[in-house]
């Protein structure tokens, strides 16, 4: 609107004139204000889809390549669900997912292949005032077994040329009978059972033949049996690390999320929920968490530079962590730097402890430590576990192989692949 001064025309009447632009102006800027702050929270709903398709993406990456292994479809569906956490842990009905939403698909090609479609709405925070309650989120994935090769079944690598390699403590519960178990030491004794203690592997491999079972049940026993080689040494790139930190010192807080980077001497004090993002995570120094904390660390994998660096947690801690499906580190969880010899010369300990829960998949390749498990698991972790010697205490312990992707196509991938 222009306004034009023409002879004679009162001041009035043009100060009315030009209030009622401003009007105009102010009605319209009420108008636009809502729909602004709508698009603006509609642009963070979107992100968040976005970030959760990324990571339901790895979880059905995964899934496929366990569950291409499996011969009949209740088992394949079984296996893939496992890997989709809002699935496993969900607890609802199947009505109820349905009702959401919420399916997970597998389908066999004719060449052997296995395609799996994930659909998982994303529930919005913004969104919903335009009555769109969630945004649809879809992922597929295809995985194939080379020669139809069977899925290779070892879970654990204990690599110590020791006397007392394996300690099996009164009280140690292992539920792995889908796993074998390799002891190379050929000393005396390689390894001792106490009373109590009751391990259940598909079978448990013995370089040497002297132990001693003070009783206990342990199944599928072989002695002077050819275990197997560590299937990892030399395979996982070491990363360079920086002398900066991304973390550093006591935390104090309720809730802590951890962006890739370096984690120096970083403790957290009270009982946070700690979630780390996905990617590289490097631990220097000893990283404590304190008992009743949290930990979520999906797609993540942990390198130690040293054999003094660490997670220790004090106890009472729930422990969710899955390692990426895809990138230099597919498949790695957990790994230590292997490639100075001063550094293989410290074995140092390496405690997994006092857990109330705690689900853990992926290839955990430690062969500096001593490792000693307190650990509970409420699922069933899915472990490809290599260390110096093992000490299983009171632990109860629920393992089935790692079967996803691997360094080098090595250890319990099965030889397979992602198709798409």
């Known amino acids: 609107m222009t306004f034009r001064l023409q002879p004679g025309l009162p001041r009035a009447v043009i100060t009315h004139l030009a209030g009622n632009r401003s009007g105009n102006f102010g009605i319209i800027m009420a108008l636009l204000i809502p729909l602004l702050l709508l698009v603006a929270g509609g642009a963070v709903d ?36 496992s890997y989709i956490r809002s699935l496993s842990d969900s607890g ?28 998982m709405p994303h529930p919005t925070a913004f969104l919903k005032l335009v009555h769109l309650n969630a945004i649809p989120i879809s992922v597929s994935a295809t995985a194939i077994k080379a020669g139809g090769a069977a899925p290779a079944p070892d879970c654990i690598y204990v690599l110590g040329n020791k006397s007392q390699a394996v300690l099996i403590n009164s009280g140690a519960r292992l539920d792995a009978k889908a796993c074998e178990v ?16 009751s391990i259940e592997t598909a079978k448990f491999c013995v370089k040497g033949g002297s132990y001693i079972q003070n009783g206990g049940a342990l199944s599928n026993l072989k002695t002077n049996c050819a275990a197997e080689a560590d299937p990892y040494a030399g395979k996982i790139p070491e990363p360079a690390v920086s002398s900066s930190c991304t973390t550093q010192g006591a935390l104090s807080g309720s809730s802590f ?89 410290r074995k140092q300990q390496y405690v997994f ?21 307190n650990s509970t ?18 632990a109860n312990w629920k393992l089935d192989p790692y079967q996803g992707p691997g360094p080098g196509g090595s250890g ?9």
């Open 412 to 420: 319990a991938t099965g030889d397979v692949r992602l198709v798409d």
């Open 92 to 119: 609802l009905s199947a009505a109820q997912l349905q009702q959401a939403g919420i399916s997970l698909e597998l389908a066999t090609n004719p060449d052997g292949s296995l395609t799996g479609t994930l659909h």
């Open 182 to 197: 390799n002891v190379h030491s050929t000393a005396s004794p390689a390894f001792i059972m106490n009373a109590g203690a």
């Open 46 to 81: 979107v992100v968040h889809a976005l970030g959760q398709r990324s990571m339901y993406q790895d979880q059905l990456d995964a899934a496929v390549l366990a569950a291409v292994h499996e011969s009949d479809a209740e088992a394949q569906l079984s296996t893939a669900r």
């Open 257 to 345: 999320t951890l962006e890739p980077g370096v984690h120096c001497a970083t403790t957290f004090n009270g009982n946070p929920k700690v979630t780390f993002k996905p990617g590289l995570h490097i631990i220097k120094g000893r990283m404590i968490l304190n008992s009743g904390s949290t930990v979520i660390a999906e797609g993540v994998t942990f390198y130690f530079p040293d054999v003094d660096s660490e997670i220790r947690a004090n106890g009472g801690l729930r422990f969710t962590a899955s390692a990426p499906a895809t990138g230099a580190y597919a498949g790695v969880l957990m790994f230590e730097k292997t490639s100075d010899p001063a550094n293989n010369a």
């Open 377 to 394: 698991t409420n699922q069933t972790n899915r472990l490809s576990l290599v260390v110096n010697t093992l000490i299983m205490n009171s």
């Open 353 to 373: 402890n006092g857990s109330v829960g705690e689900t853990l998949t992926g290839i955990i390749h430690l062969p500096n430590r001593d490792a000693v498990y």
